[in-house]
């Protein structure tokens, strides 16, 4: 769905920039298994329905139990049309949302490439 070539890409002075966008998750003391459980179906879901190949990682050191999904993308505007599709589908009740009592707190953060 989001094929390389057919997307323009960010370029700042003659450098390609592709963007990888991180969903972090920290969660709450004891609840670091259903964090990871549900940043798994979050990532199959998405995959599944944007035609994507993100990954979830675990942290090593820092907060304890804390989850990212990664997906790399070809610009900033793939990036919203994904993002605008979750919040339409998490709207229309097609994703599940995060329980309450699982995640202190979620960040997500687009970080451009430099090196292309």
């Given at each position: 769905?989001?094929?390389?070539?057919?997307?323009?890409k960010?370029?700042?002075?003659?450098?390609t920039?592709?963007?990888?966008?991180?969903?972090?998750?920290?969660?709450?003391?004891?609840?670091?298994?259903?964090?990871?459980?549900?940043?798994?179906?979050?990532?199959d879901?998405?995959?599944?329905?944007?035609?994507?190949?993100?990954?979830?990682y675990?942290?090593?050191?820092g907060?304890?139990g804390?989850?990212?999904?990664i997906?790399?993308?070809?610009?900033?505007?793939?990036?919203?049309?994904?993002?605008?599709g979750a919040?339409?589908?998490?709207?229309?009740?097609?994703?599940?949302n995060a329980?309450s009592?699982?995640?202190?707190?979620i960040?997500?953060?687009?970080?451009?490439?430099?090196?292309?």
């Amino acid at each position: 769905m989001f094929g390389r070539a057919g997307l323009r890409k960010i370029q700042y002075r003659g450098i390609t920039m592709t963007v990888l966008f991180t969903r972090t998750g920290t969660p709450y003391p004891g609840r670091q298994s259903d964090a990871l459980k549900f940043a798994k179906a979050r990532r199959d879901a998405i995959n599944q329905k944007f035609g994507l190949k993100a990954k979830v990682y675990v942290r090593f050191g820092g907060d304890v139990g804390q989850v990212v999904m990664i997906e790399e993308f070809p610009d900033l505007a793939a990036v919203e049309k994904v993002k605008r599709g979750a919040i339409a589908s998490a709207a229309a009740v097609q994703f599940e949302n995060a329980p309450s009592d699982v995640f202190q707190k979620i960040e997500e953060t687009a970080w451009l490439s430099v090196d292309d």
